[in-house]
């Protein structure tokens, strides 16, 4: 008799996540140029760490809260929401999650049915591709035209579309390429989206983070979009509040209940100190937002810089928002960037991420993050060059 696995078929046919990979070998690596996580490396904003100080010593955070999250919390959410992404929201159509990561895993739970397929326009963040393995569903990756900025490829999209498609999954700005879609495009998408009966699943992680007059627009602002589009947020990002694990989405009321379902035995609630420190986030001072933004930028433009001095290395498209970016490597080593992901942690002792975890058109580029010092970005750009002109990638 053939044994079963132990484990599901499900979870097995899923990879080991190059990111944490890369985390892993990294922590052998002493006095690492650690470009490779996309964390933000600022502390959350102090009055946010009193505010839930005081909810802890108010004896406010030993329950749960209700499953979609405090009141007072999705209030000022709506708020956000009309004031800054254009939704005209209303507390019914709110559900706070365990960051933005959780909302888009019970939104893909709650629409996709066992062969189902989503639409990820790639090279993409991969824990979206992920979600979709996770829910049994089929995602179908559909490149982006990297000579352009790595942005919709309409066409292609529209080709893609079979009776099985459930829905587009993407993120912008871009995780990993830093690429902010723009109005028209979005637009567009939300035609094909209406044409189709399709739902529009997006992750908006980095929606204050965008530069040169680039500006995030939300899908769900489009008055059609209502019963159409779920919209996942955080405060991971916004607030450097990585460890907090609270984000929120936006969707149609009537489909609000369907994902409690799927969010409910992943998590019950999000965690009730986070929901008080979120609940400060948004009601107190924003110039913490633009000062992150400011010094993102600056690190773009420095990374920029240092990329632009090694023309024979790297080729990249300049990120207008998120503070990633996706570099292609020009040299035939850096057609396998795992391989090249591991020299260059090992042998420069700097780390990156391999493109090829972003999908098969990530492979040849590496994920850099910017989200970091400026002296880490030098340290780790003085030892590529000089791993470089020492011959490094010569070596086998
Ligand atoms: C595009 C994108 N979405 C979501 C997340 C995770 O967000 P959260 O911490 O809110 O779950 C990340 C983290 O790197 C990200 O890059």
Redesign the pocket.
């Known amino acids: 008799m053939t044994k079963r696995p132990r484990t599901s078929r499900r979870v097995m046919d899923i990879g080991k996540s190059a990111i944490h990979e890369m985390t892993r070998l990294s922590r052998d690596v002493e006095d690492v140029a650690f470009l490779s996580w996309?964390k933000p490396t600022s502390g959350t904003p102090d009055h946010i760490n009193q505010a839930a100080i005081s909810a802890i010593q108010g004896g406010l955070v030993g329950g749960y809260t209700e499953t979609s999250g405090l009141p007072a919390l999705r209030e000022e959410i709506t708020r956000k929401l009309r004031r800054d992404n254009n939704v005209d929201a209303n507390v019914a159509q709110v559900m706070v999650t365990v960051?933005?990561?959780e909302g888009l895993a019970a939104a893909v739970m709650a629409i996709v049915d066992p062969g189902d397929e989503v639409i990820l326009p790639t090279p993409t963040?991969s824990t979206h591709i992920r979600q979709v393995l996770i829910a049994s569903g089929k995602p179908v990756l559909v490149p982006t035209l990297e000579e352009e900025g790595f942005v919709l490829d309409m066409e292609a999209l529209r080709k893609a579309i079979t009776p099985r498609t459930k829905a587009v999954l993407y993120?912008s700005p871009s995780?990993p390429t830093g690429t902010v879609f723009s109005e028209p495009q979005l637009r567009e998408l939300a035609d094909v989206a209406l044409e189709h009966d399709l739902t529009v699943i997006t992750?908006e992680?980095y929606e204050y983070f965008t530069f040169d007059g680039h500006e995030h627009f939300s899908i769900a602002s489009i008055p059609e979009m209502r019963k159409h589009a779920v919209s996942c947020y955080?405060f991971?990002k916004t607030y450097a509040m990585?460890g907090w694990r609270v984000?929120y989405l936006h969707a149609d009321e009537e489909l609000i209940p369907q994902i409690t379902k799927a969010h409910i035995p992943f998590a019950i609630c999000a965690p009730v100190v986070s929901q008080y420190a979120a609940l400060a986030a948004l009601q107190g001072p924003q110039d913490c937002v633009a000062r992150f933004r400011d010094h993102y930028r600056a690190a773009r433009d420095l990374m920029c810089e240092r990329l632009d001095a090694m023309p024979s290395v790297f080729a990249y498209q300049k990120p207008h928002g998120s503070y990633l970016m996706f570099p292609r490597i020009r040299l035939a080593e850096g057609r396998d960037s795992a391989t090249f992901c591991k020299r260059l942690l090992q042998e420069a002792k700097v780390s990156t991420t391999p493109g090829v975890a972003f999908g098969p058109t990530g492979e040849g580029h590496l994920r850099l993050s910017f989200c970091v010092s400026a002296e880490e970005i030098n340290k780790a750009f003085d030892r590529i060059e000089a791993w470089v002109s020492q011959g490094g990638l010569r070596k086998t």
């Open positions: 996309a960051g933005a990561i963040y993120c995780n992750d992680a955080t991971t990585t984000g």
